[in-house]
């Protein structure tokens, strides 16, 4: 699509958003795998209709405020980079714009508050886990309170489980197979603690030895997707120190891992976000993204796994594309190729599996009618498999499918792959 972009915005990020919107070709092939026009079936709630705005809001033909309600309403899920034969980046156009138009944006105090309350503690896992038992404590008024503020305290969890802190080191059992530094994630060390203590657990049974850089922090990914650029590239350059190569505790790492696929993703994305900030920034940048793998990744590349144990009786367990990982790291035979090992599980695939689950990073809060809705279908497609488990490799997703099964009376397990490994490992499936 021809576009005046560039001239506009003459910068790197102008000229990232120019190059997405040239690329597109108005073909329409990304329409049906759009779960927002799926719901709303408006063009303007479509990749291309939205590629369109951004393009007239970036040469000053449309008033940004006009634009701003479909473009909010856009999930990041990048469906839509995958279903697009043209290799449009639209990942890269709408991070990029939000990260332009955010400063610019009016919005209404309560709405500012809420974003920068749930950027502060996201981030910080002390605050966070406190705000959550707090939390817990007001939900009883949930109904009394506007939505802007129901949307939050509805997502968190009735009761919390123990903490589980990675230690700095975990060493390879057996021969030494590998090397790796492992992101640790935020939310999900509040949320879902068992998480990354499997991960560690599968990792060193498997001959890996794990190293937790200290100094590392949030991703960024949640403030990168939500316009907070300043706050993203503070938050990168953080991790980009954490795991910089030449600190004496990555020395041998063959990778950086993360079991988080928005997290992953987010590592995966700091050539964007950094570009423009200086070679220094955008080469190191360049050189961690190439190193970061999703830990099913990794343990599918390692090959020749330790024998998982049988389970006790025939299971079904259905595999759920978290977006981050199927859409923007391409990533989808890996985890079902582990989940199909374990002797005993039967995989099954969820109906419209491309589809988000409504989750995406902080949309559950700032969207909760269409979330909820897209929440919803994806449980009614997971109870119509018919599995005993339900796996995925993501944790809004995890608590996104919890919370709507369990709305739904439905008994089905939800787990992380890592989980299912671990449980395997242990004789527990
Ligand atoms: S990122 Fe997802 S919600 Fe946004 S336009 Fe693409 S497919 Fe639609
Ligand atoms: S499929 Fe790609 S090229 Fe076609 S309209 Fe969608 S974004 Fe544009």
Request: aromatic share 4%.
């Amino acid at each position: 699509m021809k576009n005046d972009v560039a001239l506009h915005h003459p910068d790197a990020q102008g000229q990232l958003m120019a190059h997405a919107i040239d690329a597109c070709v108005h073909c329409g092939f990304c329409l049906p795998a759009c779960p927002t026009y799926q719901l709303l079936g408006d063009e303007m709630d479509s990749p291309r209709g939205r590629i369109i705005l951004m393009k007239e809001v970036l040469e000053g033909e449309l008033p940004l405020f006009e634009a701003a309600a479909h473009l909010d309403r856009c999930l990041g899920c990048v469906g839509c980079v995958t279903a697009c034969p043209s290799g449009v980046p639209y990942g890269e156009l709408i991070t990029s714009f939000r990260g332009w138009a955010e400063p610019q944006r009016e919005r209404p105090v309560i709405q500012k508050i809420v974003r920068a309350g749930v950027l502060t503690m996201l981030p910080r896992p002390g605050l966070f886990r406190a705000a959550a038992v707090m939390g817990k404590f007001a939900k009883p008024l949930s109904p009394l309170l506007p939505q802007v503020l129901r949307a939050p305290l509805d997502l968190l969890p009735g009761s919390l489980e123990a903490t589980q802190p990675s230690p700095a080191f975990t060493p390879a059992q057996g021969l030494k197979r590998g090397r790796v530094a492992f992101l640790v994630g935020c939310a999900q060390q509040v949320l879902t603690p068992n998480f990354n203590a499997a991960t560690l657990r599968v990792l060193s049974r498997n001959g890996v030895e794990v190293v937790v850089p200290e100094a590392q922090g949030c991703c960024g990914a949640a403030a990168m997707h939500t316009g907070a650029r300043a706050l993203a590239l503070a938050q990168a350059r953080r991790n980009l120190g954490a795991f910089d190569p030449g600190d004496s505790s990555m020395s041998g790492v063959d990778a950086v891992i993360s079991n988080a696929a928005g997290c992953g993703a987010g590592l995966m994305e700091y050539p964007m976000l950094l570009a423009g900030e200086g070679a220094a920034d955008e080469t190191r940048a360049a050189a961690l993204a190439g190193k970061v793998r999703d830990v099913s990744v990794y343990l599918a590349e390692l090959g020749s796994l330790e024998p998982f144990m049988p389970t006790s009786r025939p299971i079904t367990v259905a595999y759920h594309d978290a977006c981050h990982l199927a859409h923007a790291q391409g990533v989808k035979a890996e985890p079902r190729e582990l989940i199909r090992s374990i002797p005993g599980v039967t995989l099954a695939e969820v109906k419209q599996g491309d589809l988000c689950c409504g989750s995406a990073g902080t949309y559950n809060i700032e969207q909760p009618e269409l979330a909820g809705q897209l929440g919803d279908l994806k449980a009614r497609n997971v109870i119509a498999t018919g599995a005993d488990y339900v796996v995925s490799g993501n944790v809004g997703c995890h608590t996104q499918l919890q919370s709507h099964l369990a709305r739904l009376g439905s008994p089905i397990r939800v787990l992380h792959t890592i989980e299912l490994l671990d449980l395997a490992y242990r004789g527990e499936l």
